[in-house]
């Protein structure tokens, strides 16, 4: 009975870590190739490509984070009692960055149409300077200042998740290193050019990407020797 639960649970992760990997990899393509730009004078002419464009890419963000439950399935106990939280932080990361392009896939486009030049300052560093200058968006009150709210978990979910696969060695460091690194970009992707918004999401899609992969060569079955009489 152990063992054939062993079996199935294995197969559970391989299977988990085995869907992440194609659509972690296809992360920064994504945002190099169908994003578009961030003005309102280039989401215009392809505003409902612009909507598609963000609907593929919540989806692949919201299958990468499969790697994120196999890394937790394959390892939780070198992880130690922290592991849950880790694995919570992470995925509610992964999680509210895949809402915050859906968000952005449906209001965008309407910004961009309604106040070209409201939109354009809205997705910019001046943020706060549009948000001083507009009643409109004063009128959404704190509600406006989730999206913030989600990138900083994207930030502390990652750097956490990171810090501890770096400290318990369970992968090769690069891993770790590439998680840190692509939570803090995409965490404050606003206040980068796009290419370096398209680094954060390499760094992100290779590290579930190499994390999952190692996982499913790790749960390959071995075949078992014949004995020879």
Known sequence: M????????TRLTRA????????????????????GGRRAMEI???AAAYMGAHMIGAYCTILAGFGLIAIYLRYHERMGRIAPLSLILALLGQLSY????FIDGFLNPLFAHFDPALQTQFHSPDFFQAVAQSPLL?????????PFLMSLLLIVGYGFLG???????????????????????????????????TAGYAAEGLAIAWSAVLIWRE???????RSVA
Do not use: C
């Not at 152990?2 to 649970?9: D, L, R």
């Not at 988990?16 to 994003?35: G, K, R």
């Not at 895949?98 to 392009?101: K, P």
């Not at 369970?170 to 370096?196: K, R």
């Open 219 to 225: 749960g390959k079955p071995v075949a078992r020797a």
């Open 2 to 9: 152990n063992t054939t639960f062993s079996t199935s649970f």
């Open 16 to 35: 988990l870590a085995a869907i992440s990997i194609i659509p972690a990899l296809f992360l920064p393509f994504y945002e190099a190739f169908l994003h």
């Open 138 to 146: 004063q009128s959404f009150g704190i509600a406006l200042y989730t």
């Open 98 to 101: 895949a809402g915050l392009l």
């Open 44 to 46: 215009n002419p392809r």
């Open 163 to 197: 810090i501890l696969l770096l400290l318990k060695r369970i992968f090769p460091w690069p891993i770790g290193a590439l998680f840190l690194v692509g939570g803090v970009i995409l965490g404050i992707d606003l206040m980068v050019p796009m290419w370096v918004e």
